[in-house]
């Protein structure tokens, strides 16, 4: 499935293009977003060549994942959603913004937008979420979509120059219709 976009009321997910390069900056070049990530700030270099990796895996048959920018309604990207493919109809859910979209819903409909996505075109019955312990709005974020906390991995990621665990959460398919009231 390819190329991919899915609109919303206010965002749209959408493929990356080269030249989000100095919008993704914004994202994964700024330590007061990736210190809730599992991975470190990344130098522009880096970030260029992660970029042309995802833009060439998105067109990989089978697709190993579902990695989408958020783009806002001047196609700007401000973020990033993803679903990693796992066995047995699973996905895992990731997602990040920019600094200066927090707290304005954009993470919600985009993680939304993809929940429906994963569930509805991947026909997925399982998607699971990790978020570190001290990411209360991530928190927060998947308790409204449905999720159930599962547990704690301990040490579950190495980032900033340390061990971090992660809060383990997930969604199965029924529970998602069931929450949405449309049995569908």
């Avoid at 991975?39 to 060439?56: G, H, K, N, W, Y």
């Avoid at 679903?83 to 304005?104: C, H, N, P, T, V």
């Avoid at 954009?106 to 699971?128: C, K, N, P, S, V």
């Avoid at 979509?145 to 398919?173: K, M």
């Amino acid at each position: 499935m390819f190329p991919i976009e899915i609109a919303g009321p206010r965002i749209a997910l959408r493929e990356f293009r080269i030249d989000d390069l100095d919008a993704s900056m914004a994202v994964v070049g700024d330590a007061a977003v990736t210190q809730t990530l599992s991975f470190d700030v990344r130098t522009r270099d880096d970030q260029a060549e992660r970029l042309s990796l995802d833009i060439a895996r998105a067109q990989s048959e089978p697709r190993p994942d579902y990695y989408l920018a958020v783009a806002n309604s001047n196609d700007t990207l401000i973020g990033f959603v993803r679903i990693g493919l796992g066995r047995d109809r699973s996905g895992e859910l990731g997602y990040a913004l920019r600094r200066e979209d927090w707290g304005k819903g954009y993470a919600a409909e985009a993680t939304a937008l993809m929940i429906a996505f994963g569930f509805d075109a991947l026909r997925l019955h399982r998607i699971q979420a990790a978020c570190g312990p001290d990411s209360r709005a991530s928190q927060r974020l998947l308790a409204r979509l449905g999720f159930t906390p599962e547990g704690r991995l301990r040490d579950h990621v190495f980032t900033n120059g340390a061990w971090r665990d992660s809060l383990l959460y997930s969604l199965l398919e029924h529970e998602w219709r069931e929450a949405r009231h449309d049995g569908s």
